[in-house]
């Protein structure tokens, strides 16, 4: 399957980890990994499944590699409707009123122009002391298995 | 050829030009030494130790060391004074082109008479101390029932919250138990700008809501809300943070510049502000803590630019554009120093071989404590944390060695 995997990042957390999805699905689909901040609309109407990933950062906002992205899709509103994605989130308890806001509000801009989300929003808590991808690989696993043909 | 490159001072930034290099030149050979045994810098020993999903960016320095190649020279010491293994002009003979990314550690001082007295911390010192840096331990700073807190950063949020925190407040953290501060009843933050202009994210601010039994207050209005989420934040906190039994009560003043100490015996037992139109606010204090930056004044620095200070030597981080920048600003300027030496070395003469990490790990052998050595420093960490803590920091170089001993003992 082609699989296209996006991230917003502001301290590079994110990016590790789709390094880490890609890698882990790299044998049995074709992978392609994308900073937001080098993201074009074409970039969400290509074939395939669509995976983001995004970090919250400052006051619940969108992560630096994402900001820009987040405000083109808010000013050309896109038609997103024959996208179906799935997002995982990575937030910080330690800002609890916040916390995981910035997938949330990417998470917004894709459904309010039509894309249609698949399985639950995956979230990571960095004060947990886990790493990430224990938590992200198996979602992403159960993301594609339930994936409608 | 091999291109080989030495990063000094394994703090984020220096982790983050090895990162950025590493990915543009896999083959490149790079080598981060630091003059402690242990990595990181200040995400160990900047970074509040409550924040620990902060200190997670970690996970990305570990695979440098673990997956990327990149190799940890611990426990040695780069620089022209007495006290260093060997000279820059060594290092740099050694390899094709060396980072200093050692950062900036004095704190500023406010130059009024009396900061020498006791009772006065610099937040700095006083940070390192809680986190356990081995070179503060002797700080031992006692705060007594009311601290003034002089400045309106992040740094400044950090101490106040730590000092304001509970036992109970800290499970999940690295701080130590024994080093709670139970005797703080009053806590003051004085700003010298006016509200609206102070440095620290509202994040921070809204952090203070979780403490148990701190009450927050304002001392005077803040001026036109509008749309400001600092000044939201901050009126927010304090209509929110009113416990019914308060242990601590935190005023926060802005627009008051630092005058002068009152200080008996050699101990503070005041500070006076002093207004822009010339009011003067006396607080009666059993310590100081003056959050206002790092020292920038003992030389000048590169900015912004990419980091070059001759060919072959650069500089990252603080040490490039001075004690600014949280640790992603510092990411992106890392990376367009790292491009930069990227370049760089694409001119670098074939036949002009350096020696590189071999000829540190033969000139100093068993002194370095390599990355398998940290591992077992932060097992020995993890293993010695304390209930309700995720890690036990070893807080002397001699501790950490013993481990390194031990380890080295056990093969």
């Known amino acids: 399957m082609k699989i296209n995997l996006l991230y917003g990042t502001e301290t590079g957390n994110a990016e590790m980890l789709c390094e880490d999805i890609q890698a882990s699905l790299a044998d049995e689909h074709e992978v392609t990994l994308t900073n937001l901040e080098d993201a074009a609309l074409a970039n969400l109407t290509a074939e395939g499944a669509y995976i983001f990933v995004c970090s919250t950062y400052g006051d619940g906002d969108l992560p630096a590699s994402a900001i820009d992205f987040g405000a083109m899709i808010e000013a050309e509103k896109p038609d997103l409707s024959a996208m179906t994605f799935s997002i995982f989130g990575l937030g910080d308890m330690d800002y609890e009123e916040t916390y995981n806001n910035g997938s949330q509000?990417?998470?917004?801009?894709?459904?309010?122009?039509?894309?249609?989300?698949?399985?639950p929003r995956g979230l990571h808590d960095a004060s947990s002391g886990k790493p990430p991808e224990d938590s992200a690989l198996p979602w992403v696993k159960a993301c594609l298995a339930t994936l409608p043909a | 050829m091999t291109i080989k490159i030495a990063?000094?001072?394994?703090?984020?930034?220096?982790?983050?030009?090895?990162?950025?290099l590493?990915?543009?030149h896999p083959e490149a050979e790079i080598t981060i030494v630091d003059r402690l045994p242990v990595p990181y810098g200040l995400v160990r020993y900047g970074v509040a130790p409550d924040h620990q999903g902060t200190k997670a960016v970690i996970r990305q320095f570990a695979r440098l060391f673990e997956k990327q190649g990149v190799t940890f020279t611990g426990n040695l010491c780069v620089g022209d004074d007495d006290s260093a293994d060997l000279s820059f002009a060594e290092l740099r003979g050694m390899f094709d082109a060396v980072v200093l990314a050692t950062g900036l550690s004095e704190d500023r001082r406010l130059g009024l008479v009396g900061e020498e007295a006791r009772g006065v911390y610099g937040s700095g010192a006083v940070t390192r101390f809680w986190n356990d840096h081995p070179s503060d331990q002797a700080l031992a700073p006692e705060f007594g029932n009311r601290v003034v807190v002089v400045g309106n950063g992040n740094v400044a949020l950090d101490v106040v919250r730590l000092l304001a925190k509970g036992t109970d407040d800290f499970n999940g953290s690295d701080f130590d138990p024994a080093r709670v501060i139970t005797s703080v009843t009053d806590i003051h933050i004085v700003g010298r700008s006016p509200a609206h202009m102070a440095k620290f994210d509202a994040v921070m601010v809204k952090e203070l809501v979780k403490i148990d039994g701190l009450d927050v207050r304002l001392d005077g209005p803040l001026g036109q809300l509008q749309d400001d989420k600092r000044l939201l934040a901050l009126q927010e906190t304090a209509a929110a943070a009113s416990p019914d039994i308060t242990q601590t009560v935190l005023t926060f003043h802005f627009g008051w510049a630092p005058e002068a100490f009152d200080i008996v015996d050699n101990c503070v037992c005041s500070i006076t502000?002093?207004?822009?139109?010339?009011a003067m606010k006396t607080l009666p204090c059993d310590s100081v803590v003056t959050a206002i930056g790092f020292d920038d004044t003992r030389r000048e620095f590169v900015g912004d630019g990419d980091g070059v200070i001759e060919t072959g030597l650069y500089c990252a981080g603080w040490?490039?554009?001075?004690?600014?920048?949280?640790?992603?600003e510092n990411r992106q300027d890392?990376?367009?120093?790292?491009?930069?030496?990227?370049t760089d070395i694409a001119g670098i003469a074939v036949g002009n071989?350096?020696?590189?990490?071999?000829?540190?790990?033969?000139?100093?052998?068993?002194?370095?404590?390599?990355y398998d050595d940290w591992l077992a420093i932060d097992s020995a960490e993890i293993n010695a944390a304390a209930q309700g803590r995720c890690r036990g920091k070893l807080k002397s170089i001699d501790d950490m060695l013993k481990v390194v001993q031990k380890r080295r003992n056990a093969e």
Do not use: M, N, W, Y
């Open chain 2, 319 to 328: 040490f490039k554009r001075g004690p600014r920048g949280t640790i992603p």
């Open chain 2, 334 to 342: 890392s990376q367009k120093v790292a491009q930069r030496i990227a």
């Open chain 2, 22 to 24: 590493g990915k543009i």
């Open chain 1, 105 to 119: 509000r990417l998470l917004d801009l894709l459904i309010g122009c039509g894309g249609t989300q698949h399985g």
């Open chain 2, 353 to 370: 071989a350096k020696p590189g990490i071999a000829a540190l790990q033969d000139r100093f052998g068993e002194q370095i404590v390599t």
């Open chain 2, 273 to 278: 502000f002093r207004s822009q139109d010339g």
């Open chain 2, 7 to 20: 990063i000094i001072g394994a703090g984020p930034s220096g982790c983050f030009v090895a990162q950025s």
